[in-house]
């Protein structure tokens, strides 16, 4: 830190004062809204009142739209589960070529945002006029279409191309960390390899399989955009684009928003119960997970299956990657939807309207930049200081700031959008409704849990005795804190930056619900000029939006490989 | 240290931020409006030209999204808008009803054609829209005449027409042909296997591309593809959907006299004659449609043609008629 003193007020030290304030913010930011949906749901016209609850959950669209959760959800956890950890396995315990960057190259479906994946299978894959269908049906003579993306399958297939990393990473970090010496052991006693498969490689895996897919199927049941983008055609539709409807529609009517607000129960009572089942399965694989110094686990010998092993997994990125991708750019260069892709059809208009002289969508990438920045510094400096508490401070109560804290972790984004909408639209003499401060306040709730994550585990690196022994050098505790602790806690904070400012500025499922004529985010401008039918339009703002996200990965790579050698 | 450079630096472009988030506090006039913002820039600059003392401010959106604006505002005891421009004619009954609107007769309102009943002044159509068929000239070869036309097997499986919940005009031509001509005609398209497809700009792109054959179609969207290569035709049956878009100030407005003269302006030849270029209606015969626009039909024969319109039906029907629609194109 520079030696330009900041006067610090007295008061600053005081844990008390700290640990009210932090609980404040949470409550205010965080508890508030949560609290005002249960309260909506269940309160009407100053009384308790049940039969309204009922009457909303035996509508029809509703349980169609918990079991189209269900069905999506669970659909895409068991083929994103296969997925990631057939590739898991494959990357760690194999001698596939090129397993390093394989590894890196399975997680760059992780970098895409799902809504934009669903819009470039829309283009390769709708019945009559997608490419790929074209293909078969124009040049190969099909009677039909290859594949209709239009249908359940469709959608878990999307789903499933951009969430399997959740697998992905759980598993083949577990294959690494695991103890090979068990497995040796076991050949050493004469086990065959489908037996200690079986027998000790699976039961010590599984707990991260499981964890993972429970990520997938939480993940799959609070996501918008690729049932909105497939899914509405054909009348499927999940609880968060029901919700979306329902706000869509109100015109500020409150009754949509009260049937909205039940919806929402129904939505975090099943993630919580998502919760519950893996809490229960991580405090089993506690017991299990034996996270040894690693050994280089034995590698299978692929042999002849190597080269088409490997084949595979390029195919396989080339089609879930680099297909989607190029088709993205090249359609946002159409002159217009529909042209075959001859030189004469393309364009750099289009990009050139979208960076240069549109509003709308100059404001909506604007408005994600300074959004994803201000949410990041925000839930950075609130989440180091209510870290602190939590893990420093010796102050009562400090389990209910974290429950508070970590709380939107498991709230769907939509319940997020929604009790945002009742805390801040004016009914507390606040009113931010069509503000893009009422965003911010969201992703602020939303992505607090992210920093504090990112800030405990720095912290808890930082012993105490560092500060204790500041402090009897005589340093006041803000000193301590300045020169001790926060250069030491420095790496956890820029990482809690980035956690948070990338998924903002891709960000869709809280802001299609909260934004105004002027605070669209880019993920709101992608996907009304997808449904306003400017296809290209919407192709060349989802490529500018695909260049961002790679740009900003790869500086935050930079920027934290850089840091840790300073 | 790098880092604390970049943190102020972060904070400088917040700081930035949240000053352009707060700069438009000085006085406007604020027209909410889903027009295309194609036609309003055009608008803007010869409004400014005309006008340079007054500035004018869009905000563009779909009209669902700025009747919710509306009601925030509202509640919070001052409407930001000063003047309403949309296609949803409904809107503008229920904020009369309310006592919101203030009513104005244009300057030139004797060379206005005035497709609304029971007309006051407290809002004044400023273009029509009219919707029409737009088909594939790849897959379609033979342009449909009639309504029933759709009902061939040319157009089997693959006729779209946008979500009512979703789209005001696709809510007001469900609305007005189902009057006309009964939910049979829904059934029948359906039973040609007809879909419901989402906004009613992605019908037409959906048409454009070939997952429809053919669409109900807003005319200056499809007018605007057509125009960029997209392999489309527009069509008109013999009776025609014709939805007025209004214009209206509200009474609380600060700049009445500012809304007043945009009103005017939007009405004259000169603000006709832009709003034409998009490829959509004028309200004033002495206004040419361009050539490109050939499809457009004369704005008295349009008039002629329209099919009746109660928009007291529509407005209270709403949720009854986009329930009985969907659940017909939801058969399966």
């Known amino acids: 830190m520079n030696t330009r003193a900041k006067p610090v007020s007295r008061g600053f030290g005081t844990p008390e004062l700290i640990f009210l304030l932090s609980v404040g913010v949470l409550v205010v930011v965080v508890a508030f809204p949560m609290l005002l949906i249960f309260f909506n749901a269940f309160w009407v016209d100053s009384h308790f009142n049940v039969a309204d609850v009922l009457r909303v959950l035996q509508r029809e669209e509703t349980y169609q739209a918990l079991l189209n959760s269900l069905i999506l959800s669970g659909g895409v956890t068991v083929t994103g589960t296969i997925v990631g950890t057939f590739f898991a396995w494959l990357v760690t315990r194999t001698d596939l070529p090129f397993k390093a960057t394989m590894k890196l190259l399975f997680l760059v479906p992780f970098m895409l945002p799902a809504f934009i994946g669903a819009l470039a299978w829309k283009m390769l894959l709708s019945p009559r006029a997608g490419y790929i269908n074209r293909l078969f049906i124009d040049v190969l003579g099909f009677d039909g279409p290859l594949f209709d993306i239009y249908s359940y399958a469709g959608i878990i297939l999307v789903e499933t191309m951009y969430l399997f990393p959740f697998v992905f990473i759980q598993v083949s970090g577990a294959l690494e960390r695991m103890d090979p010496t068990l497995e040796e052991s076991a050949r050493i006693s004469g086990a065959d390899l489908f037996t200690i498969t079986r027998k000790i490689t699976i039961p010590l895996v599984l707990p991260s399989i499981v964890s993972g897919a429970l990520l997938i199927m939480l993940y799959s049941m609070a996501h918008f955009g690729t049932v909105a983008v497939l899914g509405v055609e054909i009348g499927v539709y999940n609880i968060p684009v029901l919700i979306y409807e329902k706000i869509h529609q109100s015109a500020g009517s409150f009754d949509s928003i009260r049937t909205a607000t039940v919806l929402a129960t129904v939505l975090v009572i099943t993630a919580a119960l998502i919760l519950w089942a893996q809490n229960r399965v991580l405090a089993k694989g506690k017991y299990q997970i034996i996270a040894g110094k690693s050994f280089r686990p034995t590698e299978l010998k692929l042999r002849g299956l190597r080269v088409p092993l490997l084949i595979l997994c390029v195919a396989y990125i080339a089609l879930t990657i680099v297909l989607p991708t190029a088709t993205i750019f090249l359609v946002g260069g159409l002159k217009t939807y529909g042209l075959p892709f001859d030189l004469e059809n393309m364009t750099w208009a289009n990009y050139n309207h979208i960076l240069f002289e549109w509003d709308l969508t100059r404001d909506s990438i604007w408005n994600s930049i300074t959004l994803g920045l201000a949410a990041a510094l925000i839930t950075m400096f609130a989440g180091v200081i209510i870290s602190y508490v939590i893990v420093k401070m010796k102050v009562r109560g400090k389990g209910f700031l974290e429950f508070l804290g970590m709380l939107p972790f498991s709230v769907p984004g939509s319940v997020i959008a929604l009790g945002v909408i009742l805390a801040w639209s004016g009914k507390f003499g606040i009113n931010l409704y069509n503000t893009v401060w009422i965003i911010l306040v969201a992703y602020i709730a939303r992505y607090m849990a992210f920093s504090l994550k990112a800030n405990s585990a720095a912290l808890e690196q930082v012993h105490d005795s560092l500060v204790e022994a500041a402090r009897a050098a005589g340093a006041s505790m803000a000193q301590a804190l300045r020169d001790v602790v926060v250069p030491l806690v420095r790496p956890g904070m820029i990482a809690a930056f980035f956690l948070i400012f990338l998924p903002a500025l891709r960000e869709l499922t809280v802001s299609v619900l909260l934004y105004g004529p002027t605070t669209r985010t880019i993920g709101v401008a992608i996907y009304t000029l997808n449904e306003d039918g400017e296809t290209v339009y919407s192709a060349a703002l989802a490529g500018i939006a695909l260049v961002i996200i790679v740009v900003g990965e790869i500086l935050i790579k930079r920027l934290v490989t850089g840091k840790s050698g300073a | ?332």
Request: charged share 25%; glycine share 8%; hydrophobic share 45%.
């Open chain 2, 1 to 332: 240290m790098r880092s604390v450079k970049l943190l102020s630096l972060c904070f400088a472009v917040l700081l930035v931020g949240g000053l352009s988030f707060g700069a438009c506090a000085e006085e406007k006039l604020y027209v909410y409006t889903s027009m295309k913002e194609s036609m309003l820039g055009g608008l803007k600059t010869a409004f400014l030209k005309k006008h340079p003392d007054v500035k004018i401010d869009f905000q563009s959106a779909g009209a669902g999204k700025l009747m919710a604006k509306i009601a925030a505002e509202r509640e919070s005891g001052k409407i930001l808008a000063d003047v309403l421009w949309t296609s949803e004619v409904p809107d503008f009954y229920q904020l009369k009803e309310h006592g919101l609107l203030l009513p104005y007769i244009p300057a030139e309102s004797k060379a206005l054609l005035n497709p609304l009943p029971d007309y006051d002044g407290s809002f004044t159509a400023a273009r029509l829209g009219t919707l029409g068929i737009a088909y594939n000239t790849r897959l379609i070869k033979e342009a449909p005449k009639t309504w029933d036309d759709l009902k061939k097997p040319a157009f089997k499986g693959a006729f779209g027409i946008a979500n009512p919940a979703l789209s005001g005009t696709a809510y007001m031509s469900v609305a007005v042909i189902s009057r006309t001509f009964g939910w049979g005609f829904f059934e029948a398209l359906r039973a040609n296997g007809a879909k419901m497809g989402k906004g009613s700009g992605q019908v037409v792109d959906d048409t454009a591309s070939g997952d429809l054959v053919a669409s109900l179609a807003v005319d200056y969207i499809t007018l605007d593809k057509i125009d960029k290569g997209a392999t489309l035709q527009l069509v008109y049956p013999p009776e025609m959907l014709v939805v007025p878009s209004p214009a209206a100030i509200f009474k609380n407005s600060p700049n009445i006299e500012a809304a007043k003269k945009f009103i005017d302006f939007l009405l004259s030849r000169e603000g006709q004659s832009i709003i034409v270029e998009d490829g959509t209606l004028p309200v004033r015969a002495d206004v040419k449609i361009p050539d490109r626009f050939k499809q457009l039909p004369a704005v008295e024969d349009a008039m002629k043609r329209a099919m009746k319109i109660d928009y007291q039906a529509v407005m209270s029907e709403k949720e009854a008629t986009i329930k009985k629609f969907t659940e017909i194109m939801q058969k399966k």
